[in-house]
């Protein structure tokens, strides 16, 4: 233990004595704004300015001389389906003894096109807590429960007694689904837990009626069985719970201290007329490697990846309809370019080999990420970490990081390391409700087995954390997230130089990283991932 860190701390001291040649935070910046530019239409997966914008990184990875490593060159095709849903022709109601009561699509609640939608429904509605079923703490929302044929209820969180980790691996789509179809339930009304709202119910249901997507294959269905999925503004919650003996506003303050949930039967069924319409789109991943130099060693990779694709043209905010994605997440492509350009042109070789990969269709699910972790181009085996970064906002100086699966392999572990080498604290994740963990692509890397973080420029005081703050209700998923706001190019260049070392440490250490003895996704390694995924 303490050899291995020794060694660390040597190699790491020698990174940060050369800190500054590494990176300046001008060409991160000039690659955000290039691919944040107005032309490629907020990089929509599988849009025109998505594959400008793809073409945009792979004549960089050329002029570079950096290989290809995807299955048609640097590209991956990943094959997608849209739905759409009609909301002029589709309706929803609430039936209480026989008497429906109309609601308002997208003021009261919305269709969730993520999930199978079947043309008419009508079933009762049973509230199911935070519908979580935990083996591993012995928690079950769903006991006693009689959910068959019927929808279930649910307010978004989860108890304070289950770990964050846990909290958002079981409250994914899959594991969602996997547990109340097996209960027999048809359907999920969900209610967002005011308390972790990230943005207001207006700003959720904005952009409702763009087409939703999923990857196309067996292997990827995960919400077979399921006839409806509506999102439920809590502001019109009562509506649910009248005669029940209970009200939302108690079950919201419950829900805010993370507090057990009561659960029952509404005594009220939803009745639904959805349309939707479909068809079937292409995108791709880019794919580059730069081999290690190693005899053995260079049969395995560090993955780094980031997603390139955003949400593309929608509805007008301030009258700019361009999503443009400038920090999410052209900043983690872009530092991408930059960590491939700074090992390309290194003088140290690395053991290892490393694999670049941006994903497509990040903002539609985690599908790019999710199709190259079923289907990866390099032998599955081969792929020893992902380093991910999405959205690492160096909007504020750099003092400190946030790791997501700090705690759960020896990646964190060296993730700390470097960092206190390079003077910066680190911490977990400061607001696990709100599921980051399983909310960007080092989640698909995890189900498979593979030790994965996710690392955040950190607020140490007030004044930074009300600039994260401001940024999440302002910019985040809307048009003003472009090249017009204010950045920290030394916290760019800053966070580069810790990503830059840790994958030459991950790269150069004999041992590849491993999980925590404790970690819940420890399992993942020996079973390989939950559901019919084909390798
Ligand atoms: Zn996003």
Known sequence: MLRTLWGLSL??????????????????????????DDKFEGRETGSTGERQAQGYI???????????????????????RTTEIQEGSSSLALVRNGHAQPLTLGEQAYFSTRYVLAPKVEAPLVFVGYGLQIPEQGYDDLAGLDLKGKVAVLLTGSPAEIPSALSAHYQSRAERWRVLKAAGAIGMISIPNPASMEMSWSRMALNRNLPSMDLVGPEFDETAGS??????????????????GYTFAEIAALGKDRKALPRSPLGLSISAVIHTTSHEVDSTNVVARIPGRDPKLKSEYVVLSAHIDHLGVGAPINGDRIYNGAMDNGSGSALLLDVARSLKQARAPIKRSVLFVWVTGEEKGLLGSKFFAAHPTVPP????????????????????????????????????????????????????????????????????GIPSVMIDVAATDEADMQTLKEWRANRYHAPSDDVNQPVNLATAAGYEEVIRALTITVADEPARPAWKQDSFFRRYAAAGPTGATAR
């Open 381 to 448: 085996k081969s792929m020893i970490a992902d380093i991910n970064t999405d959205m690492f906002l160096p909007v504020i100086p750099l003092k400190a990081l946030t790791v997501y699966g700090l705690a759960e392999s020896d990646l964190g572990d060296r993730v700390a390391q470097i960092a206190t080498d390079q003077g910066l604290r680190v911490q977990p994740d400061p607001a696990p409700l709100h599921n980051v963990f399983i909310r960007s692509d080092q989640y698909n890397f995890v189900r498979h």
């Open 11 to 36: 190699t790491v001291l020698g990174c940060a004595a050369q800190a500054a040649a590494n990176f300046d935070g001008q060409s991160w910046w000039s690659t955000v704004k290039a691919l944040a």
């Open 58 to 80: 792979v004549e960089q990875l050329k002029a570079l001389g950096i290989e290809p490593a995807g299955s048609d060159g640097y590209y991956q095709r990943v094959k997608l």
């Open 227 to 244: 006839q409806i999925a509506v999102t439920f503004n809590p502001a019109y919650a009562e509506l649910l719970f009248e005669g029940t």
